[in-house]
């Protein structure tokens, strides 16, 4: 395999990498759910991004840490979505909503 073929092929395995990381949040917002992930970078950091069903203009963004990322991404959420409130069927991480004890 040559080298930019080899690139080529890490940017694909990316794209599909970020498909398969299960959201740390889905929000169901009037647009259908939007779901909220984050990834560690190969190269170091954390990258952070949106997805639902309609066209999200939304870049990923890239943080040093974890948290910063997900706070990041939350913040965008919630500017393209200000109407939204959380209801019970929105899925947080961590929520003891979404847990039984
Ligand atoms: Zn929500």
């Known amino acids: 395999m040559r080298l930019d073929e080899t690139r080529e092929y890490i940017v694909h395995l990316r794209e599909a990498i970020s498909e ?12 259908g759910p939007i779901e909220l992930r984050v990834y560690p970078l190969r190269g170091g950091g954390w990258q952070a991004s949106l997805a639902g069903t309609r066209k999200l203009n939304s870049g990923a963004v890239v943080k040093e840490s974890k ?35």
């Open 20 to 31: 398969i990381v299960s959201p740390f949040e889905v929000h169901h917002t009037s647009d």
């Open 67 to 101: 948290e910063e990322a997900e706070e990041c991404i939350r913040t965008q959420f919630h500017e393209m979505f200000p109407e939204h409130f959380c209801s019970d069927i929105c899925h947080i991480e961590g929520s003891s909503r979404s847990r039984v004890s």
